[in-house]
């Protein structure tokens, strides 16, 4: 299928508004002009017949007659119009140098009009081609009571005034050429304009395909296509994050497998080409089974995370106190707070505070924050818990430890899966980056969220919220 140009369904679409607009202008202009002319010269007629009429009374008045034929003639000349005289007859008695002298003693032939100037009105008429003008004309009765005359008749051909109109059209189509010319050309460079950006996008969107995440495109304005080019670069900004927690995560990964693995393998291959002797056997075979253990937490936090993720979290929602899980959790992290000697802090909003939840997957939310805490923070440090209820049916949970804390660009990405902190890496030799992934996804399945707020060097703080019980 032939690919139809962006660009040239543009300038299509442009230059088909402007030929439909401009066709339908100059009909209407036309129409409009023509009407507007003909009134004109109409009007310029009138004009001139009144000041016959006046120059006419007044050669009666003084008795110069004589003159009255040469002054005919040079007002036909000025006007482009012939002038008839007529009686109360509607019979011809005097006419311009420019008409057939046989005209005169002829009568009118067109009784409206006469009868109007009789009656003292201004009239007009266009007449046909026929026996009394050898051409249409435009013709303006003006009444005249002077002598035998009684109406004085302006004649113009309208050949002529037709004549002039098509030049005057002629002039008008030629710089509306020159218009679409110029439109031809205008629609061509806005198209090109308004597409660059968009061949531009497709250009990088093909090697981003190919796996170059770094392509960005340049924004030229600030309008909606501006919006998209940032659009198009947030997008691309994100694949390549994701791209690079992807490596981080494999390379992560691969070494969190390695080590054990080789461990493993070491001490298994020591025990059976018997360099290590049985009564020291059930020690490495207890740090093998510790390895073996270590692989299996890293792999269920892998399948978990794909499952959370996937939609797939089923929740055994129950009513149950928080205090109490609270608790629990704290003593089961009573090894590393004493070996750590750090102290733990932790203040009830409640002295029993229901909520309605998946007990489990909130004791991994708890367990998570509260061993993130203690492994960053200093010996001697303290960790705090504390619970706050809102006006909201919901109650606040809060975990602040006064460790390495976290820097603001790392709390952009700290819930993102796979991703660890640069400052929490010799720290966190054993994790995988994907706790908190969990912990925002347990949550998230719950319909509720966290929060974090940390400053480097003074702690970090989290806070997640929970539905009370009704």
């Known amino acids: 299928m032939k690919r139809k140009s962006i660009v040239k369904k543009q300038m299509m679409l442009y230059l088909g508004t402007i030929a439909a607009s401009v066709v339908i202008l100059s009909v209407v202009l036309s129409m409009v002009y023509t009407r507007h002319y003909m009134n004109e010269k109409r009007d310029e007629l009138i004009e001139q017949g009144q000041k016959i009429a006046a120059a006419i009374t ?41 008409f057939d002298e046989n005209m005169i003693g002829e009568v009118m032939a067109y009784e409206e009009l006469v009868q109007g100037v009789l009656d003292g009105n201004i009239v007009s008429i266009e007449t046909k081609q026929g026996w009394f003008f050898d051409t249409p004309m435009l013709v303006v009765g003006y009444p005249l009571t002077v002598g035998q005359m009684a109406g004085i008749f302006m004649c113009r051909p309208i050949p002529k005034l037709e004549e002039s109109l098509r030049e005057m059209y002629a002039m008008g189509l030629v710089s509306l050429f020159f218009v679409f010319l110029i439109a031809i050309a205008v629609s061509y460079m806005v198209s090109k304009r308004m597409t660059k950006p968009l061949m531009e996008m497709n250009r990088a969107a093909k ?23 940032e659009s198009f670069n947030h997008m691309a900004e994100s694949l390549e994050q994701n791209d ?20 493993m393998q070491g001490f298994l291959t020591a025990m059976l080409d018997g360099t290590v002797p049985p009564e020291k056997q059930e020690k490495y075979l207890r740090i093998v089974l510790q390895e073996t253990a270590r692989l299996t937490r890293l792999t269920e936090g892998i399948v978990e995370l794909s499952r959370a993720q996937s939609s797939r979290i089923l929740l055994d929602e129950t009513e149950f106190d928080l205090n109490d899980l609270i608790r629990e959790n704290i003593a089961v992290l009573e090894p590393q707070l004493n070996e750590k000697h750090v102290g733990i802090k932790v203040i009830y909003a409640e002295k029993e505070t229901a909520v309605f939840g998946d007990r489990d997957k909130i004791s991994r939310v708890i367990q998570n924050l509260l061993g993130n805490a203690v492994k960053f923070s200093h010996p001697e440090g303290v960790v705090e818990v504390e619970t706050t209820l809102t006006d909201k049916k919901k109650v606040l949970v809060s975990i602040k430890d006064e460790g390495i804390g976290i820097s603001e660009e790392d709390q952009k990405y700290i819930f993102d899966r796979f991703y660890k902190a640069d400052a929490t890496r010799n720290e966190d030799k054993q994790g995988s980056g994907i706790g908190l992934a969990i912990v925002r996804e347990f949550l998230l399945a719950h319909g509720e969220s966290i929060t974090v707020k940390s400053e480097e060097g003074k702690g970090s703080t989290f806070v997640f919220s929970l539905k009370l019980a009704e």
């Open 244 to 263: 690079k927690k992807r490596r981080d995560f494999i390379a992560n990964v691969s070494h969190d497998l390695r080590s054990p693995l080789t461990s």
């Open 207 to 229: 090697i981003i395909a190919d796996g170059d995440f770094e392509q960005r495109v340049t924004i030229g304005s600030m309008d909606e296509m501006g919006e998209l080019a």
């Open 58 to 98: 007044k050669a009666y008045r003084t008795g110069s007659l004589s003159n009255l034929s040469y002054e005919l003639q040079v007002l036909e000349d000025y006007m482009s119009a012939g002038i008839l005289m007529t009686n109360d007859s509607g019979v011809v008695v005097m006419i311009s140098p420019g």
